[in-house]
């Protein structure tokens, strides 16, 4: 029996995309630790597994205060006396590291679901802490066992930059969707009206493609058969995410926040993200589970998760005139939007169900340790 610990910058993350691996881990009876700054769901990973909590703050680039977390850090995972770690997210994949090894444990592996917006983004700013990013992940992942990647470009990108070493590197396409939960029979409809509903789901963020999105839909305004809905919100200030007068659009109509997922899937007759950049989309990945039709960018991540013609359609990376193309072709072709959605359910049960992703975590964990 291994004790065997999953870090992350929040609790939520934990919850939703590391604990299925951490079942299965717990299921053949290893010691899983949960470790994460206190959140909201820090009681709901109590409740299934050990539970450690430690302090951070996320925002801070401070080097001062980003030692003081990672020593914290190091006492905590000391006191666990664990055979294994597994850190996701940058932060904690560099310091969590970092912390690791100040606290003797043997095997670290970590995960980069994504490179996120300062890889969008070229203005200044985003140049430096990209080669900050860098700088310490080319230390850390000297460290490390081994990295996992969730697509193929990010893995180039590190190995094009002397950042890692080709065999301490694992590529998994995706962290998993449970399709047996986002299944089009397992649920019924939300109530959105009988337009057909093209959806999309997620941050109000710029470089997520919320902007390109709304334009599309004033570009088909006249459409009488159809209408655009946006479910989620931003960031209140951040420069980076849509604010609430931007999201209140004629053209658009915008759900704050809703628990019905599933609901919102099953109404709608297409999903739609036109996003810069992506790690491999958790959002298109439930989109297909659930039978729909998916229209993307070609940003990384996005084409690794649609094949063109087969479970969707692609568009060019900011072109709100190209995307509402897209989005005609399927509205204007019903056998065709339903059929690429049949097609996207069956890719996800062949390749992309959390029990099969799993597997594919736990071989990597073999070449480490006995799980």
């Known amino acids: ?134 700088r310490l992940y080319k230390r850390s992942l000297t460290l490390s066992d081994g990295c996992i990647f969730v697509n193929d470009a990010d893995p180039d990108y590190f190995l094009a930059k002397g950042l890692s070493r080709e065999d301490k590197i694992y590529r998994i396409k995706s962290v998993g969707v ?75 109509r915008w759900i704050p926040w809703s628990e019905q997922v599933r609901q919102l899937y099953k109404s709608a007759y297409m999903f739609v993200l036109p996003s810069y950049k992506e790690g491999f989309p958790r959002t298109v990945l439930e989109a297909m589970s659930m039978a729909r039709a998916c229209v993307v960018s070609d940003c990384s991540g996005c084409v690794e998760a649609v094949q063109d013609g087969v479970n969707g359609l692609i568009c060019r990376t900011r072109d709100a005139e190209g995307l509402a193309r897209k989005i005609e072709i399927l509205l204007d072709d019903t056998a065709l939007c339903e059929r690429l959605g049949r097609n996207g359910r069956e890719m996800v049960l062949a390749n992309y169900d959390e029990k099969i992703v799993t597997e594919k975590y736990l071989e990597v964990y073999r070449k480490f340790i006995d799980v």
């Open 178 to 252: 449970d399709a047996s939960y986002f299944d089009p029979d397992a649920c019924e409809g939300a109530d959105l009206g009988e337009r057909k509903v093209v959806l999309m789901m997620g941050r109000a963020l710029w470089h997520k493609g919320i902007r390109e999105f709304y334009e599309a839909a004033e570009l088909l305004k006249d459409r009488t058969d159809a209408s655009f809905v946006f479910v989620g919100s931003g960031y209140a200030g951040n420069r980076s995410s849509a604010d609430e007068a931007f999201l209140k659009s004629p053209f658009v």
């Open 1 to 134: 029996m291994a004790r065997i610990g999953f870090l992350s910058h929040e609790s939520m993350s934990l919850y939703f995309f590391r604990a299925p691996i951490m079942r299965a881990l717990k299921e053949r009876g290893h010691e899983i630790y949960a470790i994460a700054p206190a959140g909201d769901y820090t009681q709901k990973l109590a409740s299934e597994f050990h539970v450690a909590t430690y302090e951070l703050d996320k925002a801070s680039i401070n080097p001062f205060k980003v030692l003081k977390n990672s020593e914290d850090l190091a006492a905590v995972l000391r006191d666990l006396n664990l055979d294994m770690l597994q850190t996701s997210a940058h932060k904690s994949n560099v310091f969590g590291t970092f912390a690791a090894k100040k606290a003797g444990i043997k095997t670290v592996l970590n995960l980069v679901e994504g490179l996120g917006s300062f890889y969008v983004d070229s203005d200044l700013k985003s140049l430096l802490i990209r080669a900050v990013i860098e």
